[in-house]
């Protein structure tokens, strides 16, 4: 179970209500939905009875939730705790959506700075939601998150609300990604893939990240739920997926190709077909926040990574440029 999403459980029990709770909390109704599913699943009973009128808490539903009350108190406290110290000598903390070019850049800084004395170096990979939380509760300094640009105006109100930053960076098509040796590969041509054709396939995912752009996509047709995929795998890490993804036929959403992806796992990206969504990368940081050097380098670095990647993107309607 992952304890930042006890405050969405929180947010139902208070609201009385998953749709009051999904708009107080920035996030879709489906997406808070998965959530709670997801919580109830691990804890094996029901934290709600749901009727027409709203969602009440169950008896165990309300026991837990006083524990829930207390474990939140005391990870705000210990989050501000951890933004109270390593405040000498050079610090980056970062928390990042699970993307290989942001990781790149960060262990860039760090190796660049390796030999410096006094050197606090953190990173962190989750959901954007729990990127967010990290840069407003100060575990961490810096964020880089992505979001669809469908829900660009949520994100920008939850930010504003949070007194937070967004600066911008680029925007990409999404990509299939699956092994140069799929069988849907195999002796033809192909220039772009319908998620029709894949339905088949195995989709292989993170564990806990429901919100994510990947799992809810908008084609010409429709929004397509991943989440309901009838083959599932789930994963905890990139390589993780990564290797799943270039030994068998299951297949995930991503962007650009990324350092290594060729030649260690044999992995292609095709556009996906009759997509007009596009997924937008941006950076995240407190109002009024003064970079240090380190942070400047890293956030210098993660505009140069993607903007670069972003000039080989397609127009909207041309093909996408050959592997």
């Not at 309300?62 to 405040?87: K, P, T, Y």
């Not at 092994?179 to 806990?208: P, T």
């Amino acid at each position: 179970m992952d304890p930042k999403n006890l405050k969405y459980f929180v947010a139902v029990a208070q609201y009385g209500s998953i749709n009051a709770a999904a708009k107080a909390m920035f996030i879709s109704q489906p997406q808070l939905s998965h959530i709670i599913k997801s919580i109830e699943e691990d804890v094996g009973f029901e934290l709600f009875q749901r009727t027409s009128s709203g969602s009440s808490l169950t008896r165990n539903g309300e026991a837990f939730m006083s524990h829930c009350q207390i474990i939140l108190n005391e990870m705000d406290s210990l989050d501000r705790f951890v933004s109270q110290v390593h405040h000498q000598g050079s610090r980056l903390t970062v928390s990042m959506t699970r993307f290989s070019h942001t990781a790149v850049c960060f262990n860039d800084v760090c190796s660049r700075h390796e030999e410096q004395e006094n050197l606090f170096l953190r990173l962190r990979e989750d959901s954007t939601m729990n990127v967010i939380d990290d840069v407003y509760s100060g575990y961490s300094e810096i964020g880089v998150i992505h979001h669809a640009t469908r829900d660009s105006s949520t994100l920008m109100r939850n930010l504003e609300a949070k007194k937070l930053w967004y600066i911008p960076v680029a925007k990409f098509r999404p990509y299939v990604c699956i092994s140069a040796n799929h069988e849907i590969l195999r002796g033809r041509f192909v220039q772009a893939l319908d998620l029709s054709e894949l339905r088949e396939y195995g989709f292989v995912r993170y564990i806990g990240q429901y919100e994510d752009f990947f799992y809810h996509i908008s084609t010409t047709s429709g929004v397509v739920d991943l989440n309901d995929s009838p083959k599932i795998m789930y994963c905890n890490d990139r390589l993780e997926q990564l290797r799943l993804i270039s030994t068998t036929n299951f297949y995930t959403i991503g962007i650009a190709r990324f350092p290594y992806q060729g030649s260690s796992f044999n992995i292609a990206n095709i556009p996906l077909r009759d997509c007009p969504e596009h997924l937008s990368f941006g950076i995240i940081m407190k109002e009024n926040k003064k970079l240090t050097e380190i942070e400047s380098e890293f956030v210098e670095s993660v505009k140069q990574r993607y903007k670069a990647l972003s000039k080989g993107e397609p127009r909207i309607g041309e093909a996408a440029p050959a592997e």
